[in-house]
Nanobody, 120 residues
């Protein structure tokens, strides 16, 4: 049974940093495409970063490029999202997801999300 469990969400002030974690079980993260998505209140879910199978490519949405870094620790079977320069518009529930082939809107497996709130 595949499980993806996000953690690390918190209330942070504008300009602050957070690191989100996505711990996987039931699949080796190294062999799957892993994506981070977010959904803000009243908005559609947005894909913000993706690391390809076997980690050859990492891509970011323009909205987070230069501020967020996605990484993968195969030994811990965990994926991370390091977020810096946080803005109020980054407030959202953040989800990680895995797919057998590539990052897309309808990933094969999803976590339940972790809430990030950016506010002073």
């Amino acid at each position: 049974q595949v499980q993806l469990v996000e953690s690390g969400g918190a209330l942070v002030e504008p300009g602050g940093s957070l690191r989100l974690s996505c711990a996987a079980s039931g699949l080796p993260v190294a062999e799957y495409a892993i994506g981070w998505f977010r959904q803000a209140p009243g908005k559609e879910r947005e894909g913000i970063s993706c690391i390809s199978r076997f980690g050859s490519d990492t891509n970011y949405a323009d909205s987070v490029k230069g501020r967020f870094i996605m990484s993968r620790d195969n030994a811990k079977n965990t994926v991370y999202l390091q977020m810096t320069g946080l803005k109020p518009e980054d407030t959202a529930v953040y989800y990680c997801a895995a797919d057998r082939t590539t990052c897309r809107r309808s990933m094969d497996w999803w976590g339940k999300g972790t809430l990030v709130t950016v506010s002073s």
